[in-house]
T-cell receptor, first 111, second 110 residues
Framework: GESVGLHLPTLSVQEGDNSIINCAYS??????FIWYKQESGKGPQFIID?????DKRQGQRVTVLLNKTVKHLSLQIAATQPGDSAVYFC??????????FGAGTILRVKS | EADIYQTPRYLVIGTGKKITLECSQTMGHDKMYWYQQDPGMELHLIHY???????EKGDLSSESTVSRIRTEHFPLTLESARPSHTSQYLCASSTGGEQFFGPGTRLTVL
């Protein structure tokens, strides 16, 4: 069935460096994508989203890139901070109002 | 800050007990969802509702049941809990697109 997978299960970065978290999706019909951040003991928190008619969207310190040709999504975090340490999930919307989540990437920020 | 609440936050119970996990949202969202998540793993959709008196099973088979009698309330019930039900249960709501999540209920069945 459809799936969303992440290339790297764990990413360690130095504080102040930029982070890039990658995600591959499998359903060409998906027209909406979201990145969520989940801290320990909490529910996922929305970071940024992008629709399939765009290839880039920027937020505060975050940028999402969408490459529909290779069905790839990435989240870039600028000047990574210790508070960015969390699990990051990408999710796609291939049908209706349901989201399909990937396995998650653990981001560890070293001070 | 999303206004979606889950109770209890933590629950430890014995095998065979009936439990209900509560989820409420004050945003007037018509769509609500329940996910099951094991530590460090992806979220699996187990139930969803697109409005009052409308409920559907999700992608992951679950022995739980749900009800949607009021827009703001979407409780999940396990008639007879088993150790295999030990997991985190996350509730979410939406008007379409972005889903807002509650803090989750961590369930442990002994």
């Amino acid at each position: 069935g459809e799936s969303v997978g992440l290339h790297l299960p764990t990413l360690s970065v130095q504080e102040g460096d930029n982070s890039i978290i990658n995600c591959a999706y499998s359903n060409s019909a998906s027209d909406y994508f979201i990145w969520y951040k989940q801290e320990s003991g909490k529910g996922p928190q929305f970071i940024i989203d992008i629709r399939s008619n765009m290839d880039k969207r920027q937020g505060q310190r975050v940028t999402v890139l969408l490459n529909k040709t290779v069905k790839h999504l990435s989240l870039q975090i600028a000047a990574t901070q210790p508070g960015d340490s969390a699990v990051y999930f990408c999710a796609e919307n291939p049908y209706g109002n349901k989201l399909v989540f990937g396995a998650g990437t653990i981001l560890r920020v070293k001070s | 800050e999303a206004d979606i609440y889950q109770t209890p936050r933590y629950l430890v119970i014995g095998t065979g007990k009936k439990i209900t996990l509560e989820c409420s949202q004050t945003m007037g969202h018509d769509k609500m969802y329940w996910y099951q998540q094991d530590p460090g793993m992806e979220l699996h959709l187990i139930h969803y509702s697109y409005g009052v008196n409308s409920t559907e099973k999700g992608d992951l088979s679950s022995e739980s049941t749900v009800s949607r009698i009021r827009t703001e309330h979407f409780p999940l019930t396990l008639e007879s809990a088993r150790p295999s039900h030990t997991s985190q249960y996350l509730c979410a709501s939406s008007t379409g697109g972005e889903q807002f999540f509650g803090p989750g209920t961590r369930l442990t069945v002994l």
